[in-house]
């Protein structure tokens, strides 16, 4: 170990508004390139997605780095599990079905495998797990549709997850086959193209008031910059969420 002197710290500000310049900057331009239409992320809270499109802000302090991690550890896997992928990529590629844009993270044998990370420090049990990740599986669910496949695959980096009887945390991947029958697949596939409709025609009308509410967590005065545009009923101004639906 080497034997330090005192040392002289101080925290450099500039650098931190630098680097936050930058990390945003080059999210944005990942999301410039995005082709102009419906995406399939667009149909996982429909309003957000309008209000995006109508109102576009920049990203969030928090948002940035939330976002900068993600997209960096995408961008590794999927360099990783096809090597023969741009280096720069972070997805599978765009593609287009039913009128809806899609990018799976990854597509091995023709099924998609979509990724994510998490920084809760347990697993959910069993039990509850398509409750507690539920917009994971309804982000797989939506490119099973487009893939016209019923099986895809979850997975999913958890980055901070606990040793057992200890405060020490590490990065460690769960991953989940996932598997619809004919019958979900179709109820899945309505419940798809209405959401599609129903974005399609409040962007062309320009109200949003027809489409359903975003998930409470997403919503409020801090959680959400539209929120005074948006009004969304029951909830605007009402600040007591135990009193919201949806």
């Not at 928090?62 to 090597?83: C, E, N, S, T, Y």
């Not at 844009?101 to 039990?127: A, F, H, N, Q």
């Not at 606990?162 to 899945?188: D, K, N, S, W």
Request: proline share 7%; charged share 30%.
């Amino acid at each position: 170990m080497i034997q330090l002197p005192p040392l002289s710290i101080t925290r450099d500000e500039r650098q931190e508004v630098l680097l936050l310049q930058k990390a945003r900057a080059w999210l944005e331009e990942g999301d410039r390139l995005r082709e102009p239409g419906i995406h399939a992320s667009d149909l996982l809270d429909p309003r957000l997605a309008y209000w995006q499109w109508a109102d576009p802000k920049p990203l969030s302090e928090r948002k940035v780095w939330l976002f900068l991690i993600g997209r960096v550890l995408h961008g590794f896997v999927v360099q990783a599990m096809d090597p023969e992928q741009e280096k720069t990529a972070t997805d599978s590629g765009a593609h287009e079905e039913l009128g809806i844009l899609y990018s799976p993270d990854i597509m091995r044998s023709g099924r998609p495998i979509e990724l994510k990370t998490s920084r809760i420090y347990e697993v959910p049990p069993d039990e509850v797990l398509q409750e507690e990740w539920r917009i994971y599986f309804e982000q797989l669910s939506t490119y099973l549709i487009l893939t016209n496949r019923l099986t895809g695959y979850l997975w999913v980096l958890l980055i901070n997850l606990r040793e057992e009887g200890t405060r020490r945390t590490f990065p460690e991947p769960r991953c989940y086959r996932v598997e619809l029958t004919r019958a979900q697949f179709h109820q899945i596939e309505d419940v798809v193209v209405r959401t599609r409709d129903l974005l399609i025609q409040a962007k062309a009308e320009r109200d949003h008031r027809s489409l359903p509410l975003c998930r409470s967590w997403l919503c409020g005065p801090q959680q959400c910059v539209f929120w005074n545009a948006c009004r969304p009923e029951g909830r605007w101004p009402q600040e007591d969420k135990r009193r919201w639906t949806a």
